[in-house]
């Protein structure tokens, strides 16, 4: 009997067709790859859930700072917003994409118009004053909202060049405040994104609707 040599044990050849299935397993594999790292990249993070982690990852020092996150600047805005009564006119919202803050247009502005109400700087300056000193990692964005009707304006030739104009208006005050312009971004919407939906609504259930909808949006993102 011939001894077996550890040092050389004998190879197993395999038949061309049976290591077929490698190569489409190797495929498959690549495959699934590729479809999870698209899938990765074309999501956007729930900010809510980051700054949870991040809360919970900072270094439990009870003399520390309470740590800024969306949720703490919320608590603040609505305290604030309980505070001078303006329930009404100003809302605050969390949700996947940041946080919300909401001002109806008769809190900042006249109908048709871009120019600030004299009472508005100093009947939200607290407000403002929050969002100056937000944390650098947030963008602000500040959309401005019109109806659907159109304009009828020299100054303003369309509801988008005054959905514009008021988010750049809006933009210079919080500039003013000591908001960093680097982080600062306009977004003209015009009437394109309802927060009512007008369709089949007809006199003062239409009025409300379009009420509602002439607004101005900041997003922490």
């Known amino acids: 009997m011939a001894e077996f040599d550890s040092a050389n044990p004998p190879r197993i050849k395999l038949k061309k067709k049976e290591a077929l299935w490698l190569y489409s397993l190797t495929d498959l594999t690549f495959i ?8 990765l990249s074309m999501s ?20 520390s700072e309470k740590a800024t996150n969306l949720t703490v600047i919320a608590e603040d805005l609505e305290r604030v917003i309980k505070q001078l009564k303006l329930e009404e ?4 919202q969390i949700d996947a994409n940041g946080l ?5 247009e008769n809190l900042v502005f006249s109908s048709g ?10 009947t939200t300056e607290k407000i403002l004053r929050i969002l100056s000193r937000t944390p650098d990692r947030y963008q602000v964005i500040v959309e401005g909202h019109t109806d ?16 514009s104009a008021r988010g750049i208006a809006l933009l210079k005050t919080l500039q003013q405040r000591g908001l960093n312009e680097n982080r600062m971004r306009v977004l003209a919407v015009a009437h394109t994104q309802p927060k009512v939906p007008i369709e089949g609504k007809t006199g ?18």
């Open 32 to 39: 699934l790859m590729a479809f999870f790292a698209l899938m």
């Open 44 to 63: 956007k993070p729930d900010q809510q859930q980051f700054d949870a982690v991040a809360s919970a990852v900072q270094p439990q020092n009870p003399a």
């Open 148 to 163: 659907d009707l159109p304009i009828q304006s020299r100054q303003f030739k369309s509801n988008w060049e005054l959905s």
């Open 113 to 122: 118009s871009a120019q600030t109400g004299a009472a508005f700087a100093t």
């Open 100 to 104: 919300l803050l909401e001002f109806s």
């Open 204 to 221: 003062q259930s239409l009025k409300d609707a379009r009420k509602a909808n002439r607004r101005v949006v900041i997003r922490l993102d």
């Open 89 to 92: 006119d100003a809302r605050v």
